[in-house]
């Protein structure tokens, strides 16, 4: 794989140092992408990068993750319009270990002379102190230079501090370091690291005498042109405890047609062959597409187990006949996850404990229905199910057997309105 073609095929390049493809053709080359640790897990915007980290390792090269262990700390101004608020030592550490377990699920650090390296910035600066930065790293650039970067300039009007106008010396040092221990000579990332990443450039001319490159991805836009990676909610992430794998699997699946062969081509690991057959094929089917990729990328980051489960709740709430069985056989965490996808209330403990009638249930201690006489017609028209058993009667009880994992019980209106009650 030719990786500079391999990006370009996939949209996915921006721009690149002149002569690189000439270095790459040559032998392994180690190149690294920057990861700070200001968010509590990874998100699909990082996931960008770690496509960039794993086509590089598939084209014969040596990926090199940089935890941003002291950059974190600082807070980098690229792409914002106000200062960042800093985050302290002990949330910034976590983050830094949680995202580091993320990153070794998704690249190969095992197996093979060109397996990952992960290296953390915080053992480059942990023990310098202020004036040996001053001296061996202030020296370096230019204030002029260092305001000519866009990152600095889209902030001269609403006011940059010296801690963020620093940022870009911690970068580039970064670069020079892994260029002088790792043998470092490239460095990735999004457009909007292109000035910080030329700075690094700089350092190793200046202070090494030596060449060193760079790449650059676009930032992703949807067809609509908002920023990829955003929802309703906030961010996608890479976490099942702040996005469920269901919620991670619906976002592929809910993308709009346009933006399905620009998400591909970013995120599969599959050949352009591959892909290009794909589409071809299935040109008329935009919707199987987005479920091919939707399947892949959750069995990526999450596992094959929950992408069983992702179907096993979506056949549950999409299913045309979907059965009891079906509903007992949920384990308690998918039963919180159609929780949150459809209307649920709460309920006392005690209520189900004593039985409450069906009735009362419906309209007075939830809002599944608006009135007692519509509860009454609605059981009369058989359109009521409690766990999928048809309620026959007005006069029935609901009680605490009917629980499912002893928290959840469905309640059905008909064949499209469902509900989720749990006891408290």
């Avoid at 370096?140 to 889209?154: D, F, G, H, R």
């Avoid at 071809?280 to 999450?302: D, F, M, S, Y």
Wanted: glycine share 8%.
């Amino acid at each position: 794989m030719n990786f500079l073609e391999e990006l370009e095929w996939r949209g996915m390049l921006h721009d690149a140092t002149p002569g690189l493809d000439e270095v790459l053709a040559k032998g392994k080359v180690t190149g690294y992408i920057g990861f700070d640790p200001t968010a509590p897990a990874l998100t699909i915007g990082n996931f960008v990068q770690i496509m960039l980290l794993s086509l590089f390792q598939r084209s014969g090269h040596q990926p090199l993750v940089l935890m941003g262990g002291a950059t974190g700390r600082i807070g980098d101004p690229s792409g914002r319009d106000t200062e960042r608020e800093l985050k302290s030592f002990e949330e910034l550490d976590a983050n830094l270990e949680h995202q580091k377990q993320q990153i070794f699920n998704l690249l190969n650090f095992e197996d093979g002379p060109n397996k990952a390296l992960m290296v953390n910035n915080l053992d480059f600066y942990q023990n310098m102190n202020v004036l040996d930065f001053m001296r061996d790293v202030g020296k370096t650039l230019t204030v002029n230079y260092m305001l000519s970067k866009e990152s600095v300039q889209k902030r001269l009007d609403s006011g940059i501090s010296f801690t963020e106008f620093s940022y870009q010396l911690l970068q580039a040092y970064d670069f020079q370091v892994l260029y002088q221990k790792y043998n470092c000579i490239l460095q990735m990332g999004g457009s909007d690291q292109w000035g910080n990443i030329t700075s690094g450039g700089e350092f190793i001319r200046r202070n090494l005498g030596e060449k060193a490159y760079a790449v650059t991805t676009p930032l992703l836009t949807k067809a609509d042109g908002t920023k990829f990676g955003k929802s309703m909610g906030g961010n996608i992430w890479l976490d099942p405890e702040l996005t469920s794998p269901y919620q991670f699997y619906q976002f592929w699946i809910n993308a709009d047609d346009a933006d399905t062969p620009k998400f591909t081509r970013y995120f599969t690991l599959k050949s352009r062959e591959e892909i290009e057959a794909r589409e071809q094929e299935l040109a008329g089917n935009p919707q199987e597409l987005k479920r091919l990729l939707a399947e892949e990328l959750t069995i990526r980051v999450h596992s094959e187990e929950d992408y069983r489960s992702v179907l096993r709740v979506s056949e549950l709430l999409f299913g045309r006949s979907a059965t009891k069985g079906q509903l007992l056989e949920l384990a308690k965490g998918e039963l919180a996850t159609v929780a949150a996808e459809i209307p649920s209330f709460s309920v006392p403990r005690e209520l189900l404990a004593n039985g409450v009638n069906i009735v009362d249930l419906l309209a007075e201690h939830t809002e599944i229905l608006a009135s007692k006489g519509e509860a009454r017609r609605a059981i009369q028209g058989k359109a009521i199910s409690v766990n999928k058993d048809k309620v026959n009667s007005h006069e029935e009880t609901v009680n605490h057997e009917a629980l499912l994992h002893g928290k959840y019980i469905m309640v059905e209106n008909g064949k499209k309105n469902k509900f989720i009650v749990m006891a408290e």
